[in-house]
């Protein structure tokens, strides 16, 4: 059974920094290509950040390049996103997806698991 669990949400200020973290069960981060999707009330989830099968294949949202950087550990099967320069509008549960296709899906459609999210409030 596939399980993949987001932790490092919370509220801060904004200008600082979180990682989040996606432990995954059920499956071999290295052979999965992952992604980071956040959803705020009232909007639909969006694509932030993807990794695929090579570490060094990666892909940003516009809105997160350059503060964004997602990265995997294989020794830990677990999935991260560093969030630097935090800003009011990047307030929202954040999500981590799972894909056993080779590739960098950028639509939650693409991917075939899911986390239970995790709330990150950046204030002003």
């Known amino acids: 059974q596939v399980q993949l669990v987001e932790s490092g949400g919370g509220l801060v200020q904004a200008g600082v920094s979180l990682r989040l973290s996606c432990a995954a069960s059920g499956l071999t981060v290295s052979s999965y290509a992952m992604g980071w999707f956040r959803q705020a009330p009232g909007k639909e989830r969006e694509f932030v950040a993807a990794?695929?099968?090579?570490?060094?294949?990666?892909y940003y949202a516009d809105s997160v390049k350059g503060r964004f950087t997602i990265s995997r550990d294989n020794a830990k099967n677990t999935m991260y996103l560093q969030m630097n320069g935090l800003k009011p509008e990047d307030t929202a549960v954040y999500y981590c997806?799972?894909?056993?296709?080779?590739?960098?899906?950028?639509?939650?459609?693409?991917?075939?698991?899911w986390g239970q999210g995790t709330q990150v409030t950046v204030s002003s």
């Open positions: 997806a799972a894909n056993r296709q080779y590739g960098l899906g950028t639509t939650p459609a693409w991917y075939d698991y």
């Open positions: 990794i695929g099968w090579r570490t060094v294949d990666t």
